[in-house]
Each structure stands twice: as structure tokens, then as C-alpha cells.
């Protein structure tokens, strides 16, 4: 867990804190749900986009409508929180259909920049000499939970009880942080997306916004070859669920709940709620640790070679249940 990279927790601040809160409350109408698909684009295929791409016409102009209004209404929300399920899959060295492991906790954000990730409960698969797939509890050694106030990522790292201390390098501090291998998740400009990303609306989706996004560049296909952001259609258009999928046949699916966005508080909850995110405090009996600058580009070479999906932690197994995972 010590070992988790600078560029990688970034990453994961992206995708579980800022997908979900990049679309604030609001309802507009888009047409219907499945683009005509009568008429394709005159483009050719680039080298290395999805076999969707390029769109049809119509799909184009609904993928553009929704892109727009995301862009619009992500610079709305100035603090945000929920409570997640993650389930991890590992379909080449686990199983092609269920998960590996299976997590619950919560995310906080607060505009432009501060987070917090935290799982509370962790359950690990193991087969069994049948063939069964069995889950157990994990202790509290194996929880994530780090803090970025905006220029330092703060990891809890339980099994080692330290405190580590991870600057952010000046390109993804502040808002800067839409150069990061998210942008869109960053109220970046449409253009800014279009320009890293190949993007649409799944048409074979009813009822909610299926968000599909594939990247161009090898920089940011190192973390993910796809993502997926399933929206419902409803008057808060907020993001249900995330999938990342990784290279080499892994997954993580995050699904959100007991959303809330730009709650009344009075001065003084605001202010409790404000130091969650500043300069933490050391656990009692633990030890900070502020990670040298030369170890941090180190892990942050390493991550260009290693994608996120194949990073995870090892967690030991035991007898178990889970909640099945959605589909």
C-alpha cells in the first residue's frame, strides 16, 4: 500500500470524486435516447479509435448536446459527497465473471481542488479447491483512504501506520489539474475533451446517458482504454456509476449512492466540514512521512509502464459472503 504512486492516487481522485461531481443539478431534454443512424459521418477512421467512431450524424449532435451542458453545469458544484460500492475484476488471472474484490466507503469533494477517499469495508475473493468463490472480511490494514487538500496527496497507510506526505508537481495542482489524465472530469472545456478523447453516447442504452470515452493519447491509455460514465435521466444528472476499463483484462466498477451536492450548512458545520481536507492529523501511533521528490518521480516513471488496473493491492482471503456485483 506504501507503494501506491503519486500519478495513480491522482488518477483515482479523478475518477471516483470529480465524475461525480461533474455534472450538477439540472434537467434538460436531449431527444430520444437512440440517435438516428442513418447517416454516417464523411471522416475516416484514425489510427487506434474505437470501430464507433466516426459517429453518425445524429449521434454526433446528441454526444455534442450532452457534452455541452456537462460543461456548462460541472462548475457548479462546490462541495460534494457520497457513499460508493467498488467491485474489482481481474478476467484473466481471477475469474471471467466474478469479482475480486468488493469495497464500500465514501468520497468528498470541495471546488476547485480537495478530496477525500476512504474505504470503510473490504471483502476478498478466494477459489476454493472445488472451485468456489469465496469472500472475506478484511481487516482494516488493508483500507484506502487518502486526503489531497490541493497541492499534497495525504495516504493513510494502515499496515505500515504512516501518515505519507506526496507533493503534487505544479501541473496538477489547482485547477491546472484539467491537464491530468482525466480532464473531463475536471469541468474542462469541451474541446479540451474532444481533443484527448474519443467520445459518444452508447445509442443501445435506454434511459440513462451511457458516456463513452476511449483515449488518444499512449499517456493516458496507460491508466485506462475506456471508461465509462452511466448518468440516469433524471432532474439531478448526476453520475450512478463509473467503469474503468483497464489493460489486462481488469475492470473497476463504482457505483454511487446518498448523493449530495451544495447543502445549506451553517458557518461553523462549513468549517468543520473545510478542515477535512487541511493538513490532516497523525494518527496516534503512527508516523508521517513526507516522500522525497526524487522517490516521487521515480513511482511517477514507473506508472507510465504499469496501468492502474494491474496495481491493486494483494489482499489476503478467508471465508466469506458479498453482495453481488450490478450488470
Known sequence: MGQRLVSRVTT????????????????????????????????????????????????????????????????????????????????????RVQFQTYSVGKIMYAQPDKGLFEVTELQQGQRQADGKIVYAKQQAAEF????????????????????????????????QIVEGPLPFLFGAKKAQIEARYWVRINPEKKGVFW????????????????????????????????????????????????????????????AIWSRAFFNPATPYGWKRVKEPAAQQQQQQQQQAIQPLGQALPIRQAQRGLAPRAPR
Open 144 to 175: 484506502e483512504k487518502w486526503i489531497c487538500d490541493g497541492t499534497t496527496v495525504f495516504e493513510f497507510d494502515h499496515r505500515n501506520k504512516q501518515l505519507i506526505e506526496r507533493r503534487l508537481p505544479p501541473e496538477m495542482q489547482g485547477k
Open 211 to 270: 458516456l463513452e470515452a476511449v483515449p488518444k493519447r499512449r499517456e493516458d491509455s496507460a491508466n485506462f482504454k475506456q471508461i465509462d460514465i452511466v448518468i440516469p435521466d433524471d432532474k439531478e444528472f448526476l453520475p450512478k456509476a463509473i467503469i474503468l476499463h483497464h489493460r489486462g483484462g481488469t475492470q473497476t466498477t463504482f457505483e454511487f449512492t446518498n448523493r449530495e451536492t451544495n447543502w445549506n450548512e451553517t458557518f461553523e458545520k462549513l
Open 12 to 95: 483515482m481522485a479523478c475518477t471516483l470524486i470529480l465524475v461525480a461531481t461533474s455534472l450538477a443539478s439540472g434537467q434538460q431534454q436531449f431527444g430520444p435516447r437512440v440517435a438516428d443512424a442513418r447517416q454516417p459521418q464523411e471522416q475516416q477512421r484514425p489510427q487506434g479509435a474505437p470501430d464507433w467512431f466516426p459517429l453518425f450524424t445524429a449521434l454526433q449532435k446528441h454526444t455534442d448536446e450532452v457534452l455541452t451542458f456537462w460543461e456548462y453545469h460541472s462548475g457548479k458544484i462546490e462541495r460534494y459527497r457520497s457513499d460508493f460500492q467498488r467491485w474489482e475484476y481481474d478476467r484473466q488471472n481471477f475469474d
